[in-house]
């Protein structure tokens, strides 16, 4: 008898836990279903046609007590190279509405592009940089807020410094860092190549997770505003003897900036910015007025 009422427990233990189960098993279906319904479609990569949005990456202390904002910005486009001129599509408010940011956007992420100074009393302000592409408008403030300080002049875990250029020979104004050098206008002619040198030099400190191969380092030239086409026959060039020249050839008459991104062993613009990290590249500008 025990043996049968045990066998008879069994049983119905059995048809629970099978009961149970139908329970979970219909359970999981209706979530799945529920889940699957409520999916949302993984953005489709476009190559022409979207937006591009300003990008505030950080504030760094300048050694005169001044502040710069960095900023960089997103073309969403995987081909489409935009240009937006000054005025209604590309502006800073509060004015002046010209802070030196580039009018020409090359596609995707682009990180660190340039830096605008403001006093060390801008306190709680905002600088919102306003870009409307492809019909849509989005604005981005830059701020001074203490968690967005960013270490842009020297690497905090290896005391790598940014490489430092010059304009007009080896012992010309240095710059360093996002904020960067602009030099002085120089001429040129339409379809007609002509040559831009700078001279780099970097402290050949590798960062902390590389220090067991050569420090690196090097130069990119990109158009940064500007009415034409701009062709450059080295891009990156070769810094050799302490400098590296190039040639630059444009379509048509206007005033052009080209921009220069030396860069050392954090790598080419690296996008990497946790904990406050930001280094370790210069920015530098060349203004050239085409005839």
Same mark, same amino acid.
């Given at each position: 008898?025990?043996?049968?009422?045990?066998?008879? %427990?069994?049983?119905?233990?059995?048809?629970?836990?099978?009961?149970?189960?139908?329970?979970?098993?219909?359970?999981?279906? @209706?979530?799945?279903?529920?889940? $699957?319904?409520?999916?949302?479609?993984?953005?489709?990569?476009?190559?022409?046609?979207?937006?591009?949005?300003?990008?505030?990456?950080?504030?760094?202390?300048?050694?005169?007590?001044?502040?710069?904002? /960095?900023?960089?910005?997103?073309?969403?486009?995987? &081909?489409?190279?935009?240009?937006? =001129?000054?005025?209604?599509?590309?502006?800073?408010?509060?004015? =002046?509405?010209? #802070?030196?940011?580039?009018?020409?956007?090359?596609?995707?992420?682009?990180?660190? /592009?340039?830096?605008?100074?403001?006093?060390?009393?801008?306190?709680? $302000? $905002?600088?919102?940089?306003?870009?409307?592409?492809?019909?849509?408008? +989005?604005? +981005?403030?830059?701020?001074?807020?203490?968690? *967005?300080?960013?270490?842009?002049?020297?690497?905090?875990?290896? !005391?790598?410094?940014?490489?430092?250029?010059?304009? !007009? !020979?080896?012992?010309?104004?240095?710059?360093? !860092?996002?904020?960067?050098?602009?030099?002085?206008?120089?001429?040129?002619?339409?379809?007609?190549?002509?040559?831009?040198?700078? *001279?780099?030099?970097?402290?050949?400190?590798?960062?902390?997770? @590389?220090? %067991?191969?050569? @420090? #690196?380092?090097?130069?990119?030239?990109?158009?940064?505003?500007?009415?034409?086409?701009?062709?450059?026959?080295?891009?990156?060039?070769?810094?050799?003897?302490?400098? %590296?020249?190039?040639?630059?050839?444009?379509?048509?008459?206007?005033?052009?900036?080209? #921009?220069?991104?030396? *860069? &050392?062993?954090?790598?080419?613009?690296?996008?990497?910015? %946790?904990?406050?990290?930001?280094?370790? *590249?210069?920015?530098?500008?060349?203004?050239?007025?085409?005839?």
């Amino acid at each position: 008898m025990a043996n049968g009422n045990k066998g008879a %427990a069994m049983g119905k233990t059995a048809v629970a836990t099978a009961a149970g189960s139908v329970v979970i098993g219909t359970l999981l279906l @209706a979530t799945l279903a529920t889940a $699957q319904n409520n999916l949302v479609d993984a953005p489709i990569p476009h190559a022409t046609g979207q937006s591009v949005s300003a990008s505030f990456e950080g504030w760094y202390p300048n050694p005169d007590g001044s502040r710069s904002l /960095v900023f960089g910005y997103f073309n969403r486009n995987y &081909d489409e190279h935009i240009d937006l =001129p000054l005025g209604a599509s590309n502006h800073f408010e509060p004015g =002046p509405a010209d #802070r030196g940011q580039p009018t020409y956007f090359y596609p995707r992420r682009q990180t660190g /592009v340039f830096a605008v100074v403001v006093p060390a009393d801008f306190g709680e $302000q $905002q600088l919102t940089w306003t870009l409307t592409a492809n019909g849509v408008t +989005i604005a +981005i403030p830059g701020h001074l807020n203490p968690a *967005w300080e960013i270490t842009a002049l020297e690497e905090v875990t290896s !005391g790598n410094t940014p490489p430092v250029l010059r304009f !007009g !020979g080896p012992e010309g104004r240095p710059g360093q !860092g996002p904020l960067g050098i602009h030099t002085d206008a120089m001429t040129a002619v339409v379809g007609e190549p002509t040559t831009v040198t700078v *001279w780099a030099s970097d402290d050949g400190v590798r960062k902390s997770r @590389a220090a %067991a191969r050569p @420090a #690196r380092s090097g130069l990119v030239w990109t158009k940064y505003r500007g009415p034409g086409a701009v062709s450059f026959d080295k891009p990156r060039p070769a810094i050799e003897d302490g400098k %590296a020249v190039t040639t630059v050839t444009f379509s048509e008459t206007g005033e052009y900036v080209l #921009r220069v991104l030396a *860069w &050392d062993d954090s790598g080419g613009q690296s996008a990497v910015m %946790a904990g406050g990290f930001f280094c370790c *590249w210069t920015n530098g500008f060349v203004t050239v007025l085409v005839d």
